[in-house]
């Protein structure tokens, strides 16, 4: 049975920092590895793909519905699907690109029933876990990684070009790391080190942004729509290229629009109108605008004075009360608003 042993990169590009494949006691040469897909969701193919173009073979790959079995046929042809444990059998590295949820169990059955092998590397996708999740297989002998690619997957081969410098949230024993590292670089993304206690933290920051972006794009597209606007992607692409970028350059600086400028009024008749034609997304923007403003405040973009009125707009929206109704103190209504930047 083969076993492994990280050993240095020689360079970033090169592969010489994975595991060392020894077949005889005499001979030992850097490792192509035979990989293996637990799960052929978006994720796992994918980076199958991205190993395979550096010589690695993919040998094995189970999915569960329908449409799993047609991606790992249309992505990785030719390779059988099969059990689970079947995978683990046929491969040196093991792909765990299943649910958060489902990981802890797959990995607990594939340890009680033996189907993991000594010095095989068994490498799962999740934000959320570490490696100890990895616990009872390491106990049977195999080596365990955690490599999230912090990036959305579309379940298609545009997804192996986007992991092309993209960031991998990387937790490994420290006997590991280097073949951690050299993992990463293969698959064309960076590592970065997330301490096991970190990891729940760096998940939920990147589900902040990333995830509910969309959602907050698609209602936005929808609301457009509504309004009459013909093509929404249109008029949100260069705006929000732009409010992302100054967002990843400036920070809090880079926020603009009626709650960082204090527009109470205007804020009352967005609530208004949403409540009318949306309802839906009230709820969303108001925790949203309530956000916005706290963090306004924090760094001097919100006046003191200009705070009052809107956070008492927002407390009226929360209470299920109009804010955009003219004539109520401190909430002026639509006639009382002014054109201005988003």
Same mark, same amino acid.
């Given at each position: ?9 020689? #360079?970033?590009?090169?592969?010489? /920092?994975?595991?060392?494949?020894? !077949? =005889? $006691?005499?001979?030992? %040469?850097? @490792? ?126 545009? #997804?192996?070009?986007?992991?092309? /410098?993209?960031?991998?949230?990387? !937790? =490994? $024993?420290?006997?590991? %790391?280097? @073949? ?163």
């Amino acid at each position: 049975m083969a076993t492994y042993r990280p050993v240095p990169p020689a #360079d970033r590009n090169g592969t010489e /920092g994975l595991p060392r494949v020894n !077949t =005889a $006691p005499q001979a030992e %040469r850097p @490792a192509r590895l035979s990989v293996g897909v637990v799960g052929a969701g978006r994720v796992g193919p994918a980076l199958a793909c991205a190993l395979q173009q550096t010589g690695h073979r993919p040998v094995a790959v189970s999915g569960v519905s329908d449409a799993s079995r047609r991606r790992a046929e249309r992505m990785l042809p030719g390779v059988p699907v099969v059990s689970p444990a079947q995978v683990l059998q046929a491969s040196d590295l093991v792909l765990l690109t299943v649910p958060d949820d489902a990981l802890p169990s797959l990995v607990e059955g594939l340890a009680e029933t033996g189907a993991v092998r000594p010095g095989q590397l068994l490498v799962h996708t999740s934000g959320r876990y570490g490696v100890s999740v990895l616990d009872p297989a390491r106990r049977a002998g195999a080596l365990p990684l955690a490599l999230h690619p912090a990036m959305t997957f579309t379940g298609t081969e545009v #997804d192996v070009q986007r992991l092309a /410098g993209c960031s991998f949230g990387v !937790t =490994a $024993p420290d006997e590991l %790391r280097l @073949a951690a590292e050299a993992l990463v670089i293969e698959m064309g993304g960076e590592p970065e080190w997330i301490a096991e206690v970190n990891r729940p933290l760096y998940h939920a920051a990147l589900a902040l942004g990333a995830n509910h972006l969309v959602t907050l794009v698609a209602q936005s597209m929808e609301l457009l729509g509504k309004a009459g606007v013909e093509h929404p992607n249109r008029m949100l692409g260069p705006l929000l290229g732009a409010a992302l970028d100054n967002a990843l350059r400036s920070g809090d600086a880079a926020l603009t629009g009626p709650v960082a400028r204090g527009d109470a009024g205007t804020v009352a008749a967005h609530v208004s109108e949403l409540r009318k034609h949306a309802p839906g997304t009230v709820a969303g923007y108001l925790a949203m605008a309530r956000t916005t403003a706290d963090r306004a405040l924090a760094h001097g973009l919100l006046k003191p004075e200009l705070a009052e009125d809107l956070l008492g707009v927002l407390a009226d929206g929360a209470n299920g009360i109009d804010p955009g109704q003219p004539g109520r103190p401190g909430h002026p209504g639509p006639e009382g608003t002014e054109g201005g930047e988003l």
